[in-house]
């Protein structure tokens, strides 16, 4: 059977942020750094950079979501100015818009690190949780398939498809145990859709509820995914890889993170935050098997 999936509402209510169901927070964090270098050099034709090749990765500590720019190390050398008197320029134009959303640092000898908010990161799963697959599809670089006809590593396919299906069977067994509200959707829709506009109960007095390393490092891959997908990368063993890594830290989060027995009784937001990142991951996860790696999406094995 298909079905659709809504959460029972908890009054949580997030404050109205910058981000759409298609947003990746690298988008996000290349769309401010690059309003703020503009506002710099008071033009958006600057020499030897654009919107496109602004130095940007993400940090690879899972308990927070870093990105790091050396864009003011790169602007000092056409500018002739020290990089840290550029990035403290670029930094107070990026503190006088974003100060709600990242916390900004300037470390030596130029670098930008910006941190993204609880309440920023709270937003992003909600959206994520809430876009339907077929949504993908219409994304930045929407494009077909191009791995289409390709045949994906045994391995990778298996650990997906596994995986998945295990996100269908918990999320099954939520509604069965009234955490969560079921209903079969309407013919054609998307395989798990929403009814309402119910929220996740993501956070605590403005910090991210579930702050266990399993919880945060499956974060972390679902944000490396999305990234993946602005990225418009065609590279199918950069797929393969990136469903393996999602796949292999969701059976790592599911194996460390309680969501039944004292954790359902004592804590049912914590187990309902839990249980959006299975939807999460079963969203993504499907976008990954059908879209990247041509194969079906299993519900149960």
Same mark, same amino acid.
């Given at each position: 059977?298909?079905w659709?999936?809504s959460?029972?509402?908890?009054?949580?209510?997030y404050q109205q942020l910058?981000? $759409?169901?298609?947003?990746?927070i690298k988008?996000?964090v290349?769309?401010?750094?690059w309003?703020?270098i503009?506002?710099y050099f008071r033009?958006?034709?600057i020499?030897?950079i654009?919107k *496109?090749?602004?130095p940007?990765?993400?940090?690879?500590? &899972?308990?927070? #979501?870093?990105?790091i720019?050396? #864009?003011?190390?790169?602007?000092s050398k056409?500018?002739?100015?020290?990089? =840290?008197h550029?990035?403290?320029a =670029?930094? $107070?134009?990026?503190?006088?818009? +974003?100060?709600?959303?990242?916390?900004?640092? =300037?470390?030596?000898?130029?670098? =930008?690190?910006?941190e993204?908010?609880?309440?920023?990161?709270?937003?992003w799963l909600?959206n994520l949780?809430f876009k339907e697959?077929?949504?993908?599809?219409?994304?930045r670089?929407?494009?077909? &398939? /191009?791995?289409?006809?390709a045949i994906?590593q045994? &391995?990778?396919q298996?650990?997906?498809?596994y995986?998945?299906a295990r996100c269908?069977t918990l999320?099954r067994l939520? +509604?069965?145990e @009234?955490?969560i509200?079921?209903s079969q959707? *309407?013919p054609g829709t998307?395989?798990?859709t929403?009814?309402g +506009?119910n929220?996740i109960?993501?956070?605590? +007095?403005?910090?991210m509820?579930?702050h266990?390393p399993a919880?945060?490092?499956?974060?972390? *891959?679902?944000?490396? #995914?999305v990234?993946?997908?602005y990225?418009?990368s065609?590279?199918?063993r !950069?797929w393969?890889?990136a469903?393996?890594?999602l796949?292999?830290?969701?059976q790592n989060?599911w194996s460390?993170c @309680?969501i039944?027995?004292d954790v359902?009784t004592?804590? /049912?937001e914590l187990?309902?935050?839990?249980l959006?990142?299975v939807l999460?991951t079963?969203? #993504?996860l499907?976008?990954l098997?059908?879209? !990247?790696l041509?194969i079906?999406?299993?519900? *149960?094995?």
């Amino acid at each position: 059977m298909i079905w659709g999936i809504s959460f029972f509402s908890r009054g949580n209510v997030y404050q109205q942020l910058p981000i $759409s169901k298609n947003t990746a927070i690298k988008q996000l964090v290349f769309s401010h750094l690059w309003i703020a270098i503009s506002i710099y050099f008071r033009t958006n034709h600057i020499e030897g950079i654009s919107k *496109e090749n602004i130095p940007l990765y993400k940090g690879r500590d &899972n308990n927070r #979501v870093l990105y790091i720019s050396g #864009v003011a190390l790169q602007l000092s050398k056409s500018q002739n100015r020290p990089s =840290i008197h550029v990035a403290n320029a =670029i930094v $107070s134009h990026l503190s006088a818009k +974003c100060i709600k959303y990242f916390n900004i640092q =300037i470390v030596s000898p130029g670098w =930008i690190h910006l941190e993204l908010s609880d309440q920023l990161l709270a937003t992003w799963l909600q959206n994520l949780v809430f876009k339907e697959v077929g949504e993908w599809e219409s994304s930045r670089h929407a494009s077909p &398939n /191009p791995l289409s006809g390709a045949i994906p590593q045994a &391995n990778s396919q298996f650990t997906a498809q596994y995986a998945h299906a295990r996100c269908c069977t918990l999320l099954r067994l939520a +509604c069965q145990e @009234r955490l969560i509200k079921l209903s079969q959707p *309407e013919p054609g829709t998307a395989f798990w859709t929403t009814t309402g +506009c119910n929220q996740i109960p993501w956070l605590n +007095c403005d910090q991210m509820r579930d702050h266990h390393p399993a919880s945060r490092r499956l974060i972390a *891959e679902l944000i490396q #995914v999305v990234d993946l997908e602005y990225s418009d990368s065609r590279d199918e063993r !950069k797929w393969e890889k990136a469903a393996l890594n999602l796949s292999e830290a969701f059976q790592n989060f599911w194996s460390e993170c @309680r969501i039944w027995g004292d954790v359902k009784t004592t804590n /049912p937001e914590l187990a309902q935050a839990r249980l959006g990142l299975v939807l999460a991951t079963q969203s #993504v996860l499907r976008f990954l098997l059908e879209d !990247k790696l041509g194969i079906f999406a299993l519900q *149960e094995l």
